[in-house]
């Protein structure tokens, strides 16, 4: 059996799940534009550049989990998957899905974004098995902290040697491991798996993978 792995940002979908949330969120009146929109886009621009502190944004993004119940959450997040998410979709990310699917591969989803958003994006793919960076929750509640390490860069790695552990299996298990991202800051994981394939890549990735003779796919 193969393991085909996939980020999900501007991989699958044609845009930033994480991004887009907090704009809706003001968008909805939920946020203070003023006070979200700068710091949203200042975080954004720090993910491209690589610089992104995942602890300060995660918990930054954690306020809204945190200063809501529960039930109010999933409302507004089925909302916004419904609205936002679905005609983000990529149908040619869905056909390599399905291809991977079809081989009898197993599926998994490896994402910076924060796993409550992500979860359901993936149900959509009909991907169960996802891998995000997990809000702190107690008794149902998030408490507006971050869950262990952060699936982000390095920490993808890391997180996935602890999803294999959990399964007890070894990366080595697999015939082939592939991991499908268009991001430098997924690095790490790309050179980890034995088909790394950079999908609609940013400028950094494409010259990586030109240097390093890694395929390349555009699925928009």
Same mark, same amino acid.
Do not use: C
């Given at each position: 059996?193969? @393991?085909? =792995? ?14 887009? #949330? ?8 939920? !946020?203070?534009?003023? *006070? ?7 975080? +954004?621009?720090?993910?491209?550049? %690589? ?10 993004? +954690?306020? +809204? ?6 039930? +109010? ?22 056909? @390599? ?10 599926? !998994?989803? =490896? ?7 992500? *979860? ?10 996802? =891998? ?7 008794? %149902? ?9 952060? &699936? ?10 602890? #999803? ?16 499908? &991202?268009? &991001? ?29 003779? #890694?395929?390349?796919?555009? @699925?928009?």
């Amino acid at each position: 059996m193969n @393991l085909a =792995i996939f980020d999900l940002d501007n991989t699958l979908l044609n845009g930033d799940s994480d991004y887009n #949330w907090g704009i809706y969120l003001v968008k909805r009146g939920f !946020l203070d534009e003023k *006070k979200y929109k700068a710091q949203n886009q200042k975080f +954004f621009e720090e993910y491209q550049a %690589g610089k992104l502190d995942i602890f300060a944004f995660a918990e930054f993004q +954690f306020q +809204f989990l945190k200063n809501n119940k529960r039930k +109010f959450l999933n409302d507004v997040l089925s909302d916004y998957v419904d609205e936002i998410i679905k005609p983000i979709i990529l149908e040619k990310a869905v056909s @390599l899905v399905k291809q991977h699917r079809d081989a009898g591969d197993r599926l !998994l989803i =490896i994402t910076a974004t924060n796993s409550f958003i992500t *979860k359901p994006i993936g149900k959509l793919f009909g991907i169960e098995e996802l =891998i995000g960076t997990d809000p702190e929750e107690h008794l %149902g509640e998030f408490t507006g902290k971050v869950k262990g390490i952060p &699936s982000y860069k390095e920490g993808k790695v890391s997180r996935l040697y602890d #999803w294999l552990n959990e399964q007890n299996m070894k990366l080595t298990d697999f015939k082939k491991t592939f991991f499908y &991202s268009d &991001s430098h800051n997924d690095l790490a994981l790309l050179e980890e798996v034995t088909n790394p394939v950079v999908v609609n890549g940013d400028e950094i990735l494409l010259n990586k993978a030109k240097e390093k003779n #890694w395929p390349t796919l555009n @699925l928009k």
